[in-house]
């Protein structure tokens, strides 16, 4: 099939590659179903992205997109680029304005018969505790500009250091919480005063605070490791760094912006402005991106207190008979220093990944010591009335896609048609109807969110479990939702 | 053909928001910018207001000022709580190395309650970005990051 110019090649089983043409540096590759595919090619946007997405400088083997590809800024949504850590350049496009935002998985010892009764009370609990909304703030003491800094550098620790969670819970997140660059001094005075009273707060838009259960065991070895069974309750948080996060990035487009231009770099789009990544640009951005990586572990990090909080208060049971334990947190916007291996050599490269996960393989040295035989947990939620999945990383990621997989399901309908489609329907009652208790601090934001609004998670799981990708272990029904 | 006025346009866009917008005059532009924005997060917009607000900005380029006009009216309802609208007076001018923005406008309170509620705008993009002079005036595509 062909696209403008461009010509597209379906090389394998829900593989689509575009060849190298034009000022394309490398191939683009998409993962997507052959169907998928005629609605890309009709809305036009995601795969043009993902060809300028090609045009980086120092792009490393093919700019690739995920099945939840859609039409972002800059990247596409679902996009994923390695570039050479040498050559190549930094791009904050490639990891957008909610620098890892990502989706955090706990464990209790609670079935779904335990908490059934309790359910509405428990969502009230985790509705008071948990700050929602536009502007939320204050779940903590608002943090003093010296305090804030230090929890920039010392990332999810410095939680764990004021009481929420424990030690070992930094064994259980990606880069265990911390990237180790991180520098306060690379971030705006606007950025730390957005920072200061948000640590802890779950914001609005797609984010979102769940009880789920676990409905559907695939491995049941797997499921077993990560300590997951049928019937069992979790707790699934999806949210990132806040206004923070939003304040680095545009600090920081305007940087490169400028710099693009001091180096020459032709780029396509402006909101792929980028600098080299050894350019002293380039490392500011990745110093204070780390700050605000850093700040999105603390933040998933103090919500899984407060919600182990509202449990023991609701049940009224002991920390060790609730069982509550960090299953895995993963990041799926953000730019990392990664080794992988190019033409049969490590080689040392800047992974861009803009709405993709880490799913690094068994045996890989950055994941905890459990999960050594299984793999990376993966976790990729999907609508608040339908499921998520967990998944794991497997080798054939690290061949193909530099150890990413997709990060959700993707939207199908604009907010703006969903607020309509919405209209005169009470769609709190429509989901109460389907099992799943919602509160919200806005109904415009249930609207938004509707479970029509999203495409099927499990076709885009699917697509990454049959490429040998990320492979499922558990499928999570949610039971009660918390949102802004 | 081009209809003349000040105007913007949603077009479809299923992750974020897109506007194409248009206006008569570069400050118009500006203006409508901001109104499309706030499309985004009310339904209605204040009456005039006895507070005002002055706000002076200044960028590298003419697409960076604008970003950096809506992020900072991002920037005061997030984090002030306050709204500025109508727009009363905007004057763009531009230096040798700079190009500068002078904006009074009305300022209402938010209430906390009320923002809690709001669609958030996480930022204003750069993406398709390029503000072009046309027979009727000026246009660009204007990206929300929601």
Redesign the interface.
């Known amino acids: 099939m062909q696209f403008d110019s461009f010509q597209i090649n379906l090389i394998a089983e829900n593989l689509f590659e575009i060849p190298r043409t034009g000022p394309m540096l490398q191939p683009a590759r998409i993962y997507a179903t052959p169907q998928m595919m005629q609605s890309l090619l009709a809305?036009k946007e995601p795969i043009r992205q993902a060809i300028h997405v090609a045009q980086l400088p120092g792009i490393q083997k093919y700019s690739l997109a995920m099945p939840d590809i859609?039409?972002?800024?800059?990247f596409p949504?679902g996009g994923v680029a390695a570039t050479d850590w040498q050559e190549g350049v930094i791009s904050p496009?490639g990891v957008?304005?909610?620098i890892n935002c990502g989706v955090r998985l706990a464990s209790t010892s609670l079935t779904t018969e335990g908490v059934k009764a309790h359910l509405s009370s428990l969502i009230n609990h985790l509705f008071n505790t948990v700050p929602?909304?536009?502007?939320?703030s204050n779940a903590i003491k608002k943090l003093s500009k010296q305090e804030l800094k230090k929890l920039l550098i010392r990332g999810a620790s410095w939680a764990i250091e004021q009481g929420y969670g424990l030690r070992n819970d930094l064994d259980f997140i990606e880069e265990n919480g911390c990237l180790p660059d991180a520098n306060p001094d690379r971030v705006s005075e606007?950025a730390l005063?957005?920072g200061q009273s948000q640590v802890g707060t779950l914001?609005?838009?797609n984010h979102f605070l769940e009880i789920d259960r676990v409905d559907k065991i695939f491995d049941s070895r797997a499921a077993a490791v990560l300590g997951l069974f049928e019937d069992q309750v979790v707790v699934l948080i999806h949210t990132g760094s806040r206004?923070f996060g939003?304040?680095v990035?545009?600090d920081y487009?305007?940087v490169m912006?400028?710099a693009a231009e001091k180096y020459h770099l032709h780029l396509p789009?402006?909101?792929l402005?980028s600098a080299p990544v050894q350019s002293p640009e380039g490392q500011q951005y990745l110093q204070a991106m780390a700050c605000a990586a850093n700040f999105a572990w603390n933040n998933r990090q103090v919500i899984m207190s407060l919600a182990e909080d509202a449990f023991l208060r609701t049940f009224g049971i002991s920390p060790a008979e609730l069982g509550f334990h960090l299953i895995y947190d993963v990041s799926h916007n953000i730019a990392k220093k990664e080794t992988h291996r190019i033409d049969g050599k490590p080689t040392t490269v800047c992974v861009h990944r803009k709405g993709a996960t880490r799913a690094f393989p068994p045996g890989h040295p950055q994941i905890p010591t459990k999960y050594q035989t299984i793999g990376q947990p993966v976790l990729i939620p999907g609508d608040m009335a339908r499921y998520s999945f967990v998944c794991l990383g497997t080798e054939r990621a690290m061949e193909e896609t530099f150890g990413s997989t997709c990060h959700g399901a993707?939207?199908?309908?604009?907010?703006?048609k969903a607020k309509k489609l919405g209209r005169g329907r009470n769609l709190l009652k429509e989901l109460s109807g389907k099992g799943v208790l919602v509160q919200a601090?806005?109904m415009?934001?249930v609207a938004?969110e509707m479970p029509e609004a999203y495409k099927d998670v499990a076709d885009v799981v699917d697509i990454m479990h049959n490429s040998g990708i990320s492979t499922k272990v558990a499928r999570l029904k949610p039971l009660g939702v918390i949102k802004? | 053909m081009e209809k003349s006025g000040n105007y913007f346009h949603l077009i479809n866009h299923t992750a974020d928001a897109a506007f194409d917008i248009r206006a008569d005059s570069l400050e118009n532009l500006f203006t409508e910018a901001a109104k499309s924005m706030y499309s985004l997060l009310f339904e209605e917009l204040p009456a005039s207001s006895s507070q005002k607000t002055d706000l002076a900005l200044s960028a590298y380029s003419v697409e960076e000022l604008l970003v950096s006009f809506l992020n900072e009216l991002l920037y005061l309802i997030s984090v002030k709580k306050r709204i500025l609208y109508p727009i009363i007076l905007l004057k763009i001018d531009s230096t040798e190395k700079s190009i500068r923005l002078n904006c009074r406008a009305g300022s209402h309170k938010i209430s906390a309650r009320k923002l809690a509620r709001l669609t958030e705008i996480k930022a204003v993009t750069y993406h398709q970005l390029n503000i072009k002079r046309t027979d009727k005036g000026f246009y660009t595509r204007l990206v929300f990051d929601l």
């Open positions: 809305e859609h039409w972002g800024y800059g949504i496009g957008g304005y909610d929602t909304g536009v502007g939320s606007r005063e957005r914001g609005s838009g206004g939003y304040q990035c545009d487009l305007k912006g400028r789009d402006r909101q402005a993707g939207r199908l309908l604009s907010r703006h601090r806005g415009a934001t938004e802004g």
